[in-house]
C-alpha cells in the first residue's frame, strides 16, 4: 500500500481523515500492488471520479518540493491518460515557501496539523492551520537569541558574501551557531552558495522571504517586558536630548527603537510623543533614569526601556548624537506598536530597507 516507514503511513491515514471530513466527498486508498507514488486515492467528489497521487515526506522545503513534483508528475505519466487526477504532497511541516511553490504549480498538499491544499475539480480546498509544534518551535528558535543576530547580520548586508567564521565574527556568535542558521537558510532555499568545504560561502538571496517570516513571527509572540516612564515637562525631542546626554555621559549602551527611530530615518508622522529604547542594564542605568526626572507609571509613559543585551544593539546608529536601533529592527520593533505603527513600519521598509 505504501512504503514502510511509519510517520508515513500516520501521515496518509490523516490525510485521509481530513479527506473525508470535507462535504460531498469519499475517500478509498487504493491497495493494488505496485503503486507509482507512496498512495494512490480515489476520490469520489459530488459523484465525480478523481484519483490522488501522493508523495509523502518528514518535512518539505522548496528543494524537497522540487523533487516531489518531479516524481509525481513522472508517476502520473504511469497511469491512463483519461483520468482525472491531482498530484498531493504530504508533510509533517512544510514551509511557507514550499507550500507557495506547490500552489504555483497547482501542486495540492496536506501538512499535519491540517493544512490543506486541494485543487481538485469540484472540490478546491485551501485551508491553513499552525504548523505541528515541534517544527513551529524549530522555526521559531531561528528568530530568536544568537541565531537572530545571524539573522540581522545576513538582512543588513545582503549583499555581501561570506564565509562561517566571518559571519560569526561580525555576528557576535560561535560559528557552530552560523552553521546551523545557514543549514536552515539553505533548506528554505534563501541563500546563495559559492565555493566549497572551509572555501565555502553564502550570500542572502531572498532577503523580502527572510524579513517576512521574521515579522510573521515576531508578531505572533508576545511584546517584550518594557519599563514605563513619564518625565514631565518636555516634549519628546528634547527627552531624547536628554537621554542622549545623560546616557553617553555614564558610558550607558542603548538604541532608540519603534516610532521616534522610524521617524529619524524616514519621516512619516507629523509628531511623535513616546520614546522607546533598548538598554543594556548596569550599575548606573537606575540612576540615570531617575537623573532625567523619569518616574515609573502604569499608563500615560513617554519613555519605555527593554532591557536587553549587545546582540540587540548590532548596527545600531549614530544620528546627531542619538544612538538609533538599525532599520531592521525598529522595523520588527513596529509589528508590536500601537496606532500607526504598521503603516509606519511599511514606509521604513520602503524608504529605508528596501526590500
Known amino acids: 500500500m505504501i512504503k514502510s516507514r511509519q510517520y508515513e503511513q500516520q501521515l496518509i491515514d490523516e490525510f485521509l481523515k481530513n479527506l473525508e471530513e470535507l462535504p460531498k466527498v469519499r475517500a478509498k486508498l487504493e491497495v493494488e500492488q505496485p503503486l507509482p507514488a507512496d498512495a494512490k486515492i480515489d476520490l469520489k467528489v459530488v459523484g465525480k471520479d478523481v484519483t490522488l ?42 514551509s511557507p515557501g514550499a507550500k507557495a511553490q506547490l500552489r504555483a504549480e497547482h501542486i495540492g498538499y496536506f501538512e499535519s496539523g491540517g493544512s490543506m491544499y486541494l485543487p481538485a475539480p469540484g472540490a478546491y480546498c485551501y485551508v491553513e492551520k499552525p504548523s505541528a509544534k515541534p517544527f513551529e518551535r524549530a522555526v521559531r528558535s ?40 545557514c543549514s536552515e537558510l539553505e533548506r528554505q532555499d534563501w541563500v546563495s552558495l559559492q565555493g566549497k568545504g572551509p572555501r565555502k560561502k553564502r550570500q542572502l538571496s531572498q532577503p523580502t522571504a527572510l524579513l517576512d517570516a521574521w515579522a510573521k513571527e515576531v ?62 542594564k548596569s550599575t548606573k542605568s537606575q540612576a540615570v533614569i531617575s537623573e532625567i526626572g523619569a518616574r515609573s507609571v502604569v499608563e500615560g509613559s513617554n519613555l519605555g526601556i527593554i532591557e536587553t543585551d549587545a546582540g540587540e544593539l548590532l548596527f545600531r546608529n549614530e544620528i546627531d548624537t542619538i544612538w538609533l536601533a538599525s532599520p531592521v529592527q525598529v522595523y520588527l520593533d513596529l509589528m508590536h506598536g500601537e496606532g500607526r505603527s504598521i503603516e509606519m513600519a511599511d514606509h521604513l521598509r520602503k524608504e529605508r530597507i528596501g526590500f
Open 53 to 94: 497521487l501522493v508523495e509523502a515526506k518528514r518535512a518539505g522545503y522548496p528543494r524537497d518540493v522540487q523533487q516531489a513534483i518531479w516524481q509525481l508528475r513522472r508517476a502520473k505519466e504511469a497511469l491512463p491518460s483519461h483520468e482525472e487526477i491531482v498530484l498531493v504532497m504530504i508533510a509533517e511541516y512544510l
Open 142 to 181: 531561528l528568530y530568536s537569541g544568537r541565531r537572530a543576530q545571524v539573522i540581522h547580520t545576513l538582512l543588513v548586508h545582503h549583499e555581501r558574501w561570506f564565509g562561517v567564521h566571518e559571519l560569526a565574527e561580525v555576528s557576535m556568535v560561535s560559528p557552530a551557531t552560523v552553521s546551523e542558521v
Open 219 to 280: 508578531k505572533e509572540r508576545p511584546a517584550p517586558t518594557m519599563d514605563r516612564y513619564y518625565v514631565p515637562g518636555v516634549k519628546a525631542d528634547g527627552l531624547m536630548q536628554r537621554v542622549g546626554e545623560q546616557f553617553g555621559k555614564s558610558n550607558i549602551e542603548y538604541a532608540v527603537s519603534h516610532e521616534f527611530a522610524a521617524q529619524r530615518y524616514a519621516p512619516f508622522l507629523s509628531s511623535i510623543s513616546q520614546i522607546r529604547l533598548r538598554m543594556i
